[in-house]
């Protein structure tokens, strides 16, 4: 444990759960002063107990920690914010979980972050109001990936360092950024990507969220973006990740749905 303290106030994110005996719960948090932790929030499962619903994913709260043997123990918390408006939404919650899974896959229980802290809690606030979705997740993987010391090389060639020519070029998630036409061509793993979505994410890893969401890509250049974004976080875990899928998986329903509804008004 990051603290020698036997106990802590501290605010948090609930990132996930999972139950544990008859009415205890087992929680991973993402804390302002201690970073990633494991904590148990003890009858949280019985009916009258008054923690269960300050501890749901992507809830922000405040705790007491007190120190067990293995593991925190919550004695006491409070909600600070629930998110409600992203809730109400099936594809903004399939967003926050996203964005929950990829902080939760990348760090380990290694102490304070307080920049990660932060970034993970405006992100939650941005996916709560209007802010499109799509930019806002976008903007929150580049700045994360600086954070974690992964940012991608966007504006020299990864491998001969020469400056990117505004054209068409290639991106490898091995090489850690883009690639000039010369080296990408025929290099495995590269993939192609245009000079829109490029200028896109270049604008997005020197500029503070304010400026960046002035953006406007088109709908085909967010989803080149998101391919590539995936690609490259995937390569960097070596594994996949599960929320995407539910993101396309309600993307696509709706898109059915709103086909289905505009038939129906054709045929009125």
Known sequence: MPTRERSI????????????????????????????????????????????????????????????????????????????????????????????????????????????????????????????????VRYYEIRLLDHLGYRPLLFECSNCGNEIKPENQYFSPAAGGVLCPACGKGMHGAVPVSIDALRFLRHFQRSGYTEASRAHPSPSTFHEMEVLMQHYLTYILERGLNSPGFIREVRERRAEYEAERNKEGDKG
Do not use: C
């Open 9 to 136: 106030r501290t605010e948090a994110v609930v990132l996930k759960h999972s139950d544990w005996g008859e009415a205890d719960r087992i929680l991973w948090l993402f804390s302002r002063e201690l970073g990633k932790v494991k904590a148990i929030a003890k009858g949280v499962r019985k009916a009258r107990s008054r923690k269960a619903g300050h501890l749901e994913p992507f809830t922000r709260v405040t705790l007491m920690l007190a120190r067990g043997r293995d593991l925190w123990i919550i004695t006491q918390t409070e909600t600070v914010d629930a998110y409600l408006q992203l809730r109400e939404d099936l594809m903004q919650v399939g967003y926050a979980s996203y964005v929950i899974e990829l902080l939760d896959r990348f760090t380990y229980e290694e102490g304070e972050n307080t920049p990660l802290y932060s970034l993970l809690v405006d992100t939650l606030h941005r996916l709560d109001s209007d802010e499109d979705p799509s930019l806002v």
